[in-house]
């Protein structure tokens, strides 16, 4: 079963949690209290609607031994963990290790935004003390049918490359994640809330034959205006595909915090990380 949930609180396609919205205040007021240890917020937000269903190229490779499932791609590790998955790198997008946070990015957004001391600064140095928020997003608030005119989706309804943080930073053929492939890391692997050299995350490792292969995912928080929020207690990860809800605000991605991993329609101005894959899953 999947767990996916809206805006409502009500779970999407059949998660067993019932989850209370919120006062006024959007992605960051939102939290989904019955299925969480109590002491964290994980944020979520705007729009219901069905799973993408997008199908996508199988990956090719050869699945028969651990040095197949850890593979170096220049100076970016990466590692499969299912048959005919995607190879997922070991570090977010701007990280130098697998607990660093890496970069912040609006989906859509390529540039990335990093912290120094209380202010958000252009990962090219183009800005200082940038806010995430509404006015600047440009891809907030568009239907998908207007994302295709404007030039931010391919037809199947995903970022184009020149829109991908991952393509864009790492290049090649590295990409954000579909919506499936984050769907499928949180139901084909183990999910272990741990601490890595004093940062809070998940490792997820495969099952079976790929038992050996893993990443970790830190909790690396939320951009919010002009505030870093939730470090250490969630994480929030892009996917590449605008989200279903009926005020086209959102974008699916991954959310977690201690003891729930989710997929979710969160708003698409939030500053958040992104976890780039190769390959496609099959």
């Given at each position: 079963?999947?767990?996916r949930?809206s805006?409502s609180?009500a779970?999407v396609d059949?998660a067993?949690?019932?989850?209370?919205a919120f006062?006024?205040?959007g992605?960051w007021?939102?939290?989904i209290?019955?299925t969480?240890?109590?002491?964290?917020?994980?944020?979520?937000?705007?729009?219901?609607?069905k799973?993408?269903?997008?199908s996508?190229?199988?990956?090719?490779?050869?699945?028969?031994?651990?040095?197949d499932?850890r593979?170096?791609?220049?100076?970016?590790?990466?590692?499969?963990?299912w048959?005919d998955?995607?190879?997922w790198a070991?570090t977010?997008?701007?990280?130098e290790k697998?607990?660093?946070y890496g970069?912040?990015?609006?989906?859509g957004?390529t540039?990335?935004?990093?912290?120094?001391g209380?202010?958000w600064?252009?990962s090219?140095g183009s800005?200082?003390?940038?806010?995430?928020g509404e006015?600047?997003t440009?891809?907030y608030?568009k239907?998908t049918?207007?994302?295709?005119r404007?030039g931010?989706?391919?037809?199947d309804?995903a970022?184009?490359?020149?829109?991908?943080?991952a393509?864009?930073?790492?290049?090649?053929?590295?990409?954000?994640p579909t919506d499936?492939?984050?769907?499928?890391?949180k139901e084909?692997c183990d999910w272990?809330?741990?601490?890595?050299?004093?940062?809070n995350?998940y490792?997820?490792?495969?099952?079976g034959?790929?038992?050996?292969?893993?990443?970790?995912?830190?909790?690396?928080?939320?951009?919010n205006?002009?505030s870093?929020?939730?470090?250490?207690?969630?994480?929030?990860y892009?996917?590449?595909?605008?989200?279903?809800?009926?005020s086209?605000?959102?974008?699916?991605?991954?959310?977690?915090?201690?003891?729930?991993?989710?997929?979710?329609?969160?708003?698409r101005?939030?500053?958040?990380s992104?976890?780039p894959v190769?390959?496609?899953?099959?």
């Amino acid at each position: 079963m999947h767990d996916r949930l809206s805006n409502s609180g009500a779970p999407v396609d059949g998660a067993a949690a019932k989850n209370p919205a919120f006062a006024h205040g959007g992605l960051w007021k939102v939290g989904i209290a019955a299925t969480i240890v109590a002491a964290a917020a994980l944020v979520f937000v705007s729009g219901c609607g069905k799973r993408n269903s997008r199908s996508s190229r199988s990956s090719g490779g050869d699945t028969s031994s651990e040095q197949d499932r850890r593979e170096e791609s220049g100076s970016h590790g990466k590692v499969q963990l299912w048959e005919d998955g995607s190879y997922w790198a070991e570090t977010n997008i701007g990280a130098e290790k697998p607990e660093d946070y890496g970069y912040y990015f609006w989906w859509g957004d390529t540039v990335g935004y990093k912290r120094e001391g209380n202010a958000w600064v252009a990962s090219d140095g183009s800005s200082r003390n940038f806010e995430f928020g509404e006015k600047n997003t440009p891809t907030y608030g568009k239907r998908t049918d207007k994302l295709k005119r404007e030039g931010w989706l391919t037809k199947d309804e995903a970022l184009v490359p020149k829109h991908d943080a991952a393509h864009v930073h790492w290049g090649g053929d590295w990409r954000m994640p579909t919506d499936l492939e984050l769907i499928r890391l949180k139901e084909n692997c183990d999910w272990t809330w741990t601490t890595k050299n004093g940062v809070n995350g998940y490792i997820v490792r495969g099952k079976g034959k790929y038992a050996s292969a893993s990443i970790f995912l830190p909790c690396s928080g939320l951009g919010n205006g002009a505030s870093l929020v939730d470090v250490g207690l969630s994480g929030f990860y892009w996917s590449s595909d605008p989200g279903s809800g009926i005020s086209y605000d959102g974008a699916w991605g991954l959310g977690f915090t201690p003891g729930v991993h989710l997929t979710l329609d969160l708003y698409r101005y939030g500053g958040q990380s992104v976890r780039p894959v190769q390959g496609f899953t099959k």
